[in-house]
């Protein structure tokens, strides 16, 4: 990419905004100008960018005529009040909250190329998928001339990391306090998450699902093309900082070929295949890594046509951030 352009990183001071930059420069993304924005209480705070510091502004009176593209993520709440505003002034905007409709904002895997691109006209407004459904509609992607889903099983154990920088230091502060002894009080959450698993993530609705796992089993949809696909999801929190699990259960119309299954996942760049024997975690293998990482490949315990496996993957860097780059790079390639 040989065209340069102007872009703004919203929600600058976040875990995933920190990350954003760093990609941006790790990649040598084409940026002539960065603009970094955060509300008016991070604003003054700055990032290293190509060797300078940039200072994080308020995004409250952000130009955004400035900019030809957007990176949303901050809030949910956030990317809702500017949408308008962005388009307006013409500017394209790749949204990482999940706060927009499928319909509004189609979501991309940017591993599938141009065959996974929408039908986008400018200012263009398209989601980063979450980073469970990036990891695994990646491995699914991949396993496509193997295995046609017909159902889909997955548990995605997330990391605390997924409720931003509020919910790392909460865990570390319930972490900090019981292992001294101190009576242990919820700050940010309604119960306690150090040493602990939530099996909820969020509110949920009249019949029982969390947002975000009705948000994660519509992307998947999406992105496999597989509209009808049935797709049950499960979303819990657990103790750890950074990095999400999965475990993906995938029934198929034919008997699995696990050794079709391994080769496909072992010739594919973005997939880190762990042998037969091991598996992989989210500490020991995927944080700060751009690959996603998968193990314990295996037929169902009495079915043949179902395969299951797990799934590692760092959601900040890889779910999030690179992700939402890497949409960035095809984009442009195609629509500027």
Same mark, same amino acid.
């Given at each position: 990419? #040989?065209?340069?352009?102007?872009?703004?990183?919203?929600?600058?001071?976040?875990?995933?905004?920190? &990350?954003?930059?760093?990609?941006?420069?790790?990649?040598?993304?084409?940026?002539?100008?960065?603009?970094? %924005?955060?509300? #008016?209480?991070?604003?003054?705070?700055?990032? #290293?960018?190509?060797?300078?510091?940039?200072?994080?502004?308020?995004?409250?009176?952000?130009?955004?005529?400035?900019?030809?593209?957007?990176?949303?993520? &901050?809030?949910?709440?956030?990317?809702?009040?500017?949408?308008?505003?962005?388009?307006?002034?013409?500017?394209?905007?790749?949204?990482?909250?999940?706060? %927009?409709?499928?319909?509004?904002?189609?979501?991309? %895997?940017?591993?599938?190329?141009?065959?996974?691109?929408?039908?986008?006209?400018?200012?263009?407004?398209?989601?980063?998928?979450?980073?469970?459904?990036?990891?695994?509609?990646?491995?699914?992607?991949?396993?496509?001339?193997?295995?046609?889903?017909?159902?889909?099983?997955?548990?995605?154990?997330?990391?605390?990391?997924?409720?931003?920088?509020?919910?790392?230091?909460?865990?570390?502060?319930?972490?900090?306090?019981?292992?001294?002894?101190?009576?242990?009080?919820?700050?940010?959450?309604?119960?306690?998450?150090?040493?602990?698993?939530?099996?909820?993530?969020?509110?949920?609705?009249?019949?029982?699902?969390?947002?975000?796992?009705?948000?994660?089993?519509?992307?998947?949809?999406?992105?496999?093309?597989?509209?009808?696909?049935?797709?049950?999801?499960?979303?819990?929190?657990?103790?750890?900082?950074?990095?999400? #699990? %999965?475990?993906?259960?995938?029934?198929?119309?034919?008997?699995?070929?696990?050794?079709?299954?391994?080769?496909?996942?072992?010739?594919?760049?973005?997939?880190?295949?762990?042998?037969?024997?091991? +598996?992989?975690?989210?500490?020991?293998? &995927?944080?700060?890594?751009?690959?996603? +990482?998968?193990?314990?490949?295996?037929?169902?315990?009495?079915?043949?046509?179902?395969?299951?496996?797990?799934?590692?993957?760092?959601?900040?860097?890889?779910?999030?951030?690179?992700?939402?780059?890497?949409?960035?790079?095809?984009?442009?390639?195609? +629509?500027?």
């Amino acid at each position: 990419m #040989s065209q340069s352009i102007n872009i703004a990183v919203i929600g600058a001071t976040s875990n995933v905004g920190e &990350a954003l930059v760093e990609l941006l420069e790790e990649r040598e993304f084409p940026v002539q100008d960065l603009h970094l %924005l955060a509300s #008016s209480e991070s604003a003054g705070q700055s990032l #290293s960018f190509r060797g300078r510091q940039v200072r994080v502004r308020s995004l409250d009176t952000f130009d955004f005529a400035q900019v030809q593209l957007a990176f949303f993520a &901050a809030g949910a709440e956030v990317t809702r009040t500017c949408r308008e505003r962005v388009l307006a002034a013409g500017c394209s905007l790749i949204d990482l909250s999940a706060a %927009l409709s499928l319909d509004q904002a189609p979501c991309v %895997l940017p591993e599938r190329g141009a065959e996974g691109l929408p039908a986008l006209t400018r200012p263009w407004c398209v989601s980063a998928p979450t980073p469970s459904a990036v990891a695994c509609a990646l491995v699914l992607a991949t396993l496509k001339p193997v295995l046609q889903p017909q159902r889909l099983q997955v548990t995605a154990m997330l990391s605390i990391s997924t409720l931003g920088r509020s919910g790392v230091q909460e865990l570390a502060r319930q972490t900090a306090e019981l292992l001294n002894g101190r009576p242990l009080e919820s700050k940010t959450m309604d119960r306690q998450i150090a040493f602990n698993l939530l099996a909820q993530v969020g509110a949920v609705d009249d019949q029982g699902h969390a947002q975000l796992e009705v948000r994660l089993a519509a992307e998947l949809q999406q992105l496999l093309g597989l509209p009808a696909l049935p797709v049950a999801a499960t979303c819990a929190l657990v103790p750890v900082f950074f990095g999400d #699990s %999965l475990a993906v259960g995938v029934q198929s119309d034919a008997d699995i070929d696990v050794l079709a299954v391994q080769q496909l996942l072992e010739a594919e760049q973005g997939i880190e295949l762990v042998e037969a024997g091991d +598996y992989p975690t989210a500490v020991g293998d &995927a944080v700060g890594q751009d690959q996603v +990482y998968v193990g314990r490949v295996r037929r169902g315990v009495s079915d043949p046509r179902q395969l299951n496996l797990w799934i590692a993957s760092d959601n900040v860097r890889k779910g999030a951030a690179l992700n939402a780059v890497q949409i960035a790079e095809l984009l442009i390639k195609h +629509y500027l």
